[in-house]
């Protein structure tokens, strides 16, 4: 059964700080998604991640997946307070199906 | 809007009635999902439908939950004789076809959601 882990869970952290998310996944899978979710909301697409090495970027986030360590991360740099959500990795592990695993996310708060 | 539209947003139901709720996807998406949340979790699978055809279905769709896109367009997500657990937000998603040749990769985008209460 594929496994999607993340840590942290919780993430409280300072304005114009630094830190990274990190997502493992048990099985081999090259595509793997980041998605960002407010309060009482759906989910937003933030990053696709096709192939070992990728990386990405969109403002103070940084996406990249290691497909041989199975790991991703999501790095923020100078956190903001607009940034607080919780930010879910997912992975699709049929490759064409798009059934997508989902970590249990990580619920960052960023504080002035 | 040409986003994922799902109706209605919050549903409050007795124990033991039945619910159906909608999804209208982004008009040339090909493939829908369903999925569902809980307070503190990430979305389970729980179905997807490559125009009207239902490919795949998880095993926490019990016999209660039926799916349906009778048109290849909007999908109805019906659970009879709720209960109490059945209680979380039901998300839906739509996407295009996956092209792995290209090497494109093509995200689902998901709506608002469905809050169910079972009281």
């Known amino acids: 059964e594929l496994k999607v882990e993340q840590n942290p869970l919780f993430l409280s952290m300072q304005e114009g700080k630094n830190y990274t998310i990190y997502c493992n996944y048990s099985?081999?899978?090259?595509?793997l998604y980041w998605y960002r979710q407010d309060p009482g909301k759906s989910l937003e697409s933030l990053f696709v991640l096709l192939s070992n090495g990728a990386v990405k970027q969109e403002g103070r986030l940084m996406a990249s997946l290691d497909t041989k360590a199975r790991l991703s991360t999501l790095h923020i740099t100078a956190a903001v307070h607009d940034l607080s959500a919780t930010y879910f990795c997912a992975v699709d592990p049929g490759g064409s199906q798009g059934n997508l695993i989902f970590g249990k996310g990580t619920k960052l708060s960023v504080k002035p | 809007d040409t986003g994922v539209s799902q109706n209605p947003r919050h549903k409050i139901t007795k124990r033991g009635q039945n619910v159906t709720f909608r999804c209208d996807p982004i008009s040339e998406h090909n493939r829908l999902y369903w999925y569902r949340q809980t307070l503190g979790q990430g979305p389970e699978f729980l179905t997807y439908f490559q125009n009207e055809a239902q490919l795949e279905k998880s095993r926490l769709l019990s016999d209660r939950f039926s799916a349906e896109r009778p048109k290849g367009s909007f999908s109805t997500l019906e659970i009879q004789r709720t209960e109490q657990g059945d209680s979380a937000m039901y998300l839906c998603a739509s996407s295009p076809n996956h092209f792995r040749q290209g090497r494109v990769g093509t995200e689902a985008f998901f709506g608002q959601g469905t809050r169910l209460t079972v009281v």
């Open positions: 099985t081999t899978s090259d595509r």
